[in-house]
Structure formats: structure tokens, C-alpha cells
């Protein structure tokens, strides 16, 4: 069984600003879980155990329609957006989606009746309890406008300026990162299938304003690819 | 205003569970608060206004991305308008505009965060409140990728025969509340594209589309096509 440590928690982002007491409190209701790489952990439609929190590793959260299609919530990382399982948590209802690690990932587990009756007798646990409710309902609510409002290429633009902001990196050929989803998973995450998405990737390459190889990507006028959405 | 009996306060959903000695505190914070129509009450990204409920009237809340706006649901009385920076100081996730003369119950935000955080059945009522709204985000996005514009349309015409519906000799009667650039942004498209997906129902025998009303002709066609 695998130890947590309170070092362990603080890895994961919402708990970065507990006390060690707190952390404590929660230590006690863990158990971590190892999943390998491309393991189910819930599956859409199944009544839910719990929460779990990614301390390592990324799980992929996602539903699927009746043709099979998937579409991607969201990318689950100890850095952002860590918890899955929130949903059901309060209504005790099934789980509206799947989680599946992307990697080998390791997730701590609290247990929903532990949780319930823990967040009753403690302050800090129902503010993780909130936290985790209100990462999740801010992220849906853009996820949804922006499918709303943009068609794919604006929201492919979108991701690409956000994964400029977190991970890019300033050349003399302009702002260079890598893509950690391959396409597949890049249609799923923008509700788009790979068909539009490759068709996207050469509108935006023929415009002059990325330069696509793989999953390494140079954004090389910055201001006219902000301006295409 | 004269202070809310418990009685009234009981009315709105997320104090029903509370004990009188718990609706005392909240009595004493509580106004109420009037807004003509399209008058905002608060602004996507600004710092928490307070908490809201819904006394009369109707309230729509809408987001923006990219100078876009886009209704996300239409709220009437009883329900609450952004709970979410609650539960993590955050600013508002949206924006609320009064649609038509509204009141509103009103608790400034430190007194409300104060009362939230120390009243456990408030507490446990926001978090199931938020919780079923994320249950509903999650649908709605899903539903956003997977459907096209015409499923959509169904789905929300459905909705509304659920809550608002007459059942009559020729079908279901729908009174034309919303209008239909409020319509197409719930159903997430342009009102020409909405319209069109209307137009095609009608076309298909499936809707009737009055001024007043559109009437629901066959309840199955138009499920299976949701």
C-alpha cells in the first residue's frame, strides 16, 4: 500500500494552501491507487465511490455518444483542475462521464461516505469539497460558451494561446511548444472530429501564423493569430 | 422593507432546509433589491456583488468569450444567481441582466460568505445547488460537441414542454416567452441557423410555429431527433 505523505498533498494544487493540520485531517481518508496508462478508473453510467484527486500523471475525463464519439471535459493534472469524481459526490447520483488515465498516474482516493461525513465535522474539508465544485463549474461554463459561440478554428486558436501561456517558450522564430495530446485526443478535447481539426492546422499554417510538425508548434505571429478568433 | 418572515424565507429553495434559529441571522442581513429590465446586477470577472435569489421576475445569465455573449439560462424566482465565488473567492463566473422588472433577495457578500460558511444546512444546500449545475454544464457541453443545431433545437423545445407545456386536443402548446435571439443562444447557434432548424420541424409536419405559440405535433419524432 502506498504511503501519502503531507508533501504528497501539497503537490496537488487545491491543497497548497491548507494547514498541515488540515492536511492531516484529509491524509486520513486517502488511499492511493496506481493506474497505468490507458486504465479505465470510473466509467460513464456507474454509480460513484468517491473522489480522486491526480497526484501524478494526467486522467483523461470524457463522454461518449451513443455513435461512439468521444468528447473530451477535461485533462485532469495535479497542477490544474486535479479532481475528478465531483460531480456525483452531493447527489449520490451516477458518474456523467469516464476517467481514464492518459499515463501511469497516481491517484488518491477519499472514499464518498468518509468524505460526506468528514466535510459535515470539518471546515477545511468542505472548503476543499467547494473548491473542487467551483474549479469544475468555472471550467464547464467557459467550455461551453466557447463551444457555443466559436467553430473549431477559433477554439483550436484558443488552446494553442493557452498552452502558449503555460508552456511556450520565445525563439528568434517566435513562440515554440509541444502539444502533449496527440490528434486524436486534440479532436476530443475541442469537440471536433481529427478530420477538422488536421483541416484547422493547415488554414492556420496556409494564413502564415503557425508553423505545424507533429506535435511541435511555432506560433509565429502572435498578434494575427489572436486577432483570427 | 419589512423583514422576511420565516415562512417567506422558507420559499426559497436553499434556506428550506434551515432551522428557525438559523433563519434568524439571515433575516437580519437580508434586502431586497429592484432592477429594471436589461439593467445588470453584476458583471462576468468582477469581484463578488453579494449573494442573489430571485424574489420576482426573471433574470438572464450570460457569459462571454472573445466579445461574444451567450445566454446560459434564463433563472426565476426562488433560484440563486452565482454561487460559485463562494466557495472559492474567486470573481463572478458570468454576468446577470434583469429581463423585465425583477426583485431580488440580497445578502452583501462578506455577510453572505460569513453565513455560508457557518450555517452547515446553507452550506450543504449551495454545495448540492453548484453540484447539480456543474451535473447540468457537464450535459450541456456534451450536448454543445455531440448534437448538431436541429437536435438542440429538440432538446430545449422538450425541455420547455416538461416545465411549461399545456397538453391540448392537437398537441403540446408552448407560449413564445423567449425570443429568438434568446432561444438561438441557448441552443447555442445564430437565430438564422435556429430559425432554419424551427422552419425545418414545421416543414416536417414535427412543430406548428404561431406568433404566440408553437405547438409540439408529434412528441416522438421530435424526442427521437433530441
Known amino acids: ?124 474539508v468542505a472548503r476543499l469539497f467547494g473548491q473542487v465544485l467551483a474549479n469544475h463549474s468555472r471550467l464547464l461554463m467557459r467550455l461551453s460558451t466557447s463551444l457555443a459561440l466559436h467553430c473549431t478554428t477559433p477554439r483550436l486558436i484558443d488552446l494553442l494561446l493557452t498552452y502558449a501561456d503555460e508552456r511556450g517558450r520565445a525563439t528568434a522564430r517566435g513562440i515554440e511548444l509541444d502539444l502533449d495530446v496527440d490528434q486524436q485526443l486534440l479532436a476530443s478535447v475541442l469537440g471536433a472530429t481529427p478530420q477538422m481539426v ?19 508548434i511555432v506560433i509565429l505571429r502572435m498578434e494575427r493569430l489572436k486577432s483570427m478568433i | 422593507m419589512s423583514a422576511p418572515t420565516t415562512k417567506e424565507l422558507k420559499t426559497i429553495p436553499l434556506l428550506t432546509l434551515l432551522r428557525a434559529a438559523d433563519l434568524k441571522p439571515v433575516a437580519r442581513v437580508l434586502q431586497e433589491r429592484a432592477f429594471s429590465n436589461r439593467q445588470y446586477i453584476f458583471r462576468e470577472g468582477g469581484a463578488c456583488a453579494g449573494l442573489y435569489v430571485v424574489k420576482t421576475g426573471q433574470v438572464k445569465l450570460i457569459q462571454a468569450r472573445h466579445n461574444k455573449e451567450r445566454l446560459l439560462a434564463i433563472v426565476g424566482a426562488g433560484e440563486s444567481l452565482d454561487l460559485v465565488p463562494f466557495l472559492d473567492n474567486g470573481p463572478h463566473s458570468l454576468s446577470a441582466q434583469a429581463r423585465g422588472p425583477v426583485t431580488l433577495y440580497y445578502i452583501e457578500c462578506k455577510a453572505a460568505h460569513d453565513l455560508i460558511w457557518n450555517t ?75 430559425w432554419r432548424s424551427l422552419k425545418k420541424l414545421e416543414d416536417e409536419g414535427i412543430v406548428r410555429i404561431e406568433r404566440k405559440q408553437i405547438t409540439l405535433l408529434d412528441m416522438e419524432r421530435l424526442t427521437a431527433m433530441a
Request: glycine share 6%.
Open chain 1, 198 to 216: 488536421a483541416h484547422d492546422f493547415l488554414k492556420l499554417e496556409r494564413a502564415g501564423v503557425i508553423d505545424a510538425r507533429g506535435k511541435h
Open chain 2, 120 to 194: 452547515p444546512p446553507l452550506l450543504a444546500a449551495v454545495l448540492h445547488t453548484v453540484s447539480a449545475r456543474l451535473r447540468t454544464l457537464a450535459t450541456l457541453a456534451s450536448d454543445l460537441a455531440f448534437k448538431d443545431v436541429t437536435a438542440r433545437v429538440c432538446k430545449i423545445l422538450l425541455d420547455q414542454a416538461q416545465t411549461e407545456g399545456t397538453r391540448q386536443h392537437d398537441g403540446i402548446h408552448l407560449r413564445r416567452t423567449l425570443s429568438q435571439q434568446e432561444f438561438a443562444s441557448l441552443a447555442g447557434t445564430a437565430r438564422e441557423v435556429a
Open chain 1, 1 to 124: 500500500m502506498m504511503t501519502v505523505t503531507i508533501e504528497d498533498l501539497r503537490a496537488i494544487f487545491l491543497f497548497a494552501k491548507f494547514q498541515d493540520s488540515e492536511l492531516a485531517t484529509i491524509r486520513e481518508m486517502i488511499a492511493a491507487r496506481a493506474y497505468p496508462a490507458r486504465t479505465i478508473i470510473f466509467s460513464q453510467g456507474d454509480p460513484s465511490p468517491g473522489l480522486w484527486f491526480v497526484q501524478r500523471g494526467r486522467v483523461r475525463l470524457y463522454r461518449v455518444a451513443p455513435s461512439g464519439r468521444e468528447f473530451t471535459l477535461c485533462l485532469a493534472r495535479p497542477d490544474s483542475l486535479p479532481c475528478v469524481g465531483a460531480c456525483p459526490l452531493f447527489d449520490g447520483d451516477h458518474c456523467p462521464a469516464t476517467a481514464q488515465a492518459l499515463e501511469d498516474s497516481t491517484v488518491f482516493f477519499i472514499d464518498r461516505e468518509r468524505a460526506l461525513a468528514s466535510a459535515a465535522n470539518h471546515t477545511a
